[in-house]
T-cell receptor, first 115, second 115 residues
Framework: AQSVTQLGSHVSVSEGALVLLRCNYS??????LFWYVQYPNQGLQLLLK??????LVKGINGFEAEFKKSETSFHLTKPSAHMSDAAEYFC?????????????FGSGTRLQVQP | DAGVIQSPRHEVTEMGQEVTLRCKPI?????LFWYRQTMMRGLELLIY????????DSGMPEDRFSAKMPNASFSTLKIQPSEPRDSAVYFC?????????????FGPGTRLLVL
């Protein structure tokens, strides 16, 4: 089954600084990869998704992610952090097999933005 | 569209009681997912339906959990009897069939506390 690993359960950056959240997928190349964001006391919402059409994927709120097969990575970046970016971020991949429509999520990275 | 609707938003119950969580997916969506989020286990799939039929229930913890989807606009997740370890946030999500990699739209979640 597919899986993803998120390095760093907590990341703290200053407002205006680069945001880098890490995600690595298991060895086989997945057809799709997702980043979701969860604001406090809310459900998850899609930030962006990779569909193999392009390795650099742009999402909402200025976020983007680059699919790198050689590194089995799909890291999320944003050039300049804003206070409103404080949230928990989840990388996800289709579960595979009979559960292929469902998602397997990483453990999440909580982003803190300091003023 | 109103988005995915879940009720109740908060539920506090005592061990041994029956708990029923409800979900109304986005109109026209043919996939419905139930996820559970805990600090220890993160986000995990419990079960999902396609056109009201359960497809993958391998994540349902045990016989105390059951889920139904009697029609395209309503699903329930029932826990009977409830136990303190069932305390978690339960999310419902829905999606529309595409070529794969469909976006899942999450509800706000039901925060369950079993005393």
């Amino acid at each position: 089954a597919q899986s993803v690993t998120q390095l760093g359960s907590h990341v703290s950056v200053s407002e205006g600084a680069l945001v880098l959240l890490r995600c690595n997928y298991s060895s086989s190349v997945p057809p799709y990869l997702f980043w979701y964001v969860q604001y406090p006391n809310q459900g998850l919402q899609l930030l962006l998704k990779y569909t193999s059409a392009a390795t650099l994927v742009k999402g909402i709120n200025g976020f983007e992610a680059e699919f790198k097969k050689s590194e089995t990575s799909f890291h999320l970046t944003k050039p300049s952090a804003h206070m409103s970016d404080a949230a928990e971020y989840f990388c996800a991949v289709p579960k595979g097999g009979t559960g292929r429509r469902a998602l397997t999520f990483g453990s999440g990275t909580r982003l803190q933005v300091q003023p | 569209d109103a988005g995915v609707i879940q009720s109740p938003r908060h539920e506090v119950t005592e061990m041994g009681q029956e708990v029923t969580l409800r979900c109304k997916p986005i109109s026209g969506h043919d996939y419905l997912f139930w996820y559970r989020q805990t600090m220890m286990r993160g986000l995990e799939l419990l079960i999902y339906f396609n056109n009201n039929v359960p497809i993958d229930d391998s994540g349902m913890p045990e016989d105390r959990f059951s889920a139904k989807m009697p029609n395209a606009s309503f699903s329930t997740l029932k826990i009977q009897p409830s136990e303190p370890r069932d305390s978690a946030v339960y999310f419902c999500a829905s999606s529309l069939t595409g070529g794969g990699g469909e976006t899942q739209y999450f509800g706000p979640g039901t925060r369950l506390l079993v005393l």
